[in-house]
């Protein structure tokens, strides 16, 4: 089936090198015509993450050439179809994981990409837990495989995979031990989590006194030298999680090195006999050998998290919300590490 739409004028928000936020460039254009097995998806929200302020610096482990559109993820609305695109698509709203191109008004996505996103739902509140709630979810549920009654350890609580992650955590029954600055302490303690200081010089002891017998998992997204104390933490049989290396994202040099030197040491740690397990996560693993079973996992994935967006179970955490012409403040305050959450990008007017 086809649909013949009129011309669609996109704007679009252009990373044309290693720039400061203010570098970025607003760029409008004429859409083309959506293609075999293609949509025209219109941005309802996207939002910056991590990856998004690593490909700022040329840091992304897959960085992307420049200049190119940012934008890991949106919600929108199908508003034109192309050649064998089952044309009731349209009108009706999606999610879709893009890695780049979705900082733009309108944008055109692989049909087979598209997650459905309940009505109920506000756009905004679902675009928080697109990346972040499908690795948060995967995280606990696929890669730790945790069990009603563990203690876990989240790095990074107050931040946009964190802030779902500890939910998510306490929803599974689990005890959270989180870390966070002191402003955010309050927040996490209303969410059941016990907070730490991640600047405490002593942060590593501060976790053993909550958790004296050691943890069932760790969920550590920095990387480095510390992930050593990490490991440490775990009891017999616990589980280190690794999904991020930030704390090397200001460092020059080959952005891959980083964490090719986790891989090595994860792997090590591996090879020990004391009941232990080290993985690394990675959104994207398992797309190129088979996409539609990837694509498969992260709609099972999402649904689950949106039906508990849905009942209030998951409460998402807008840290502030900016309009497309504002993505420049919008990038600066995700970088400023003092919200709690993922900061969003609307339209706008």
Known sequence: MNTTTATVTATEIVLPGKVEPEGLELRVHELPAPGKGQVVLRMEATGVCFA??????????????????????L????????PETDTALTGRRFAAITKTGAWASHLIVDAADLMPVPEGIDAAAAETVIVNGVTAWQLLHRTAKVRAGQTVVVLGANGGVGSTLVQLARHAGLTVIGTASPRHHDSLRKLGVTPVDYRDPDLYAR????????????????GGAAIEDSWQLLRRGGTLVSYGTAASKDEEGNSQLPVLKLFARLSAWNALPNGKSAHFYNLWAGKRRCQKTWQQRMTEDLTQVLRLVADGSVVPQIAAEFSLADTVEALRLAESRTVAGKVVIVPGT
Not at 75 to 82: F, L, N, Q, S
Not at 207 to 222: C, K, L, S, W
């Open 207 to 222: 976790i053993r006194e909550a958790a004296p017998e050691g943890v069932d998992a760790v969920f550590d997204h920095v």
């Open 52 to 73: 998004e302020q690593q490909m700022r610096r040329g840091k992304y482990y897959d960085q992307p050439p420049f200049p190119f559109v940012p934008g890991y993820d």
């Open 75 to 82: 919600v929108g609305t199908v508003t034109a179809t192309g």
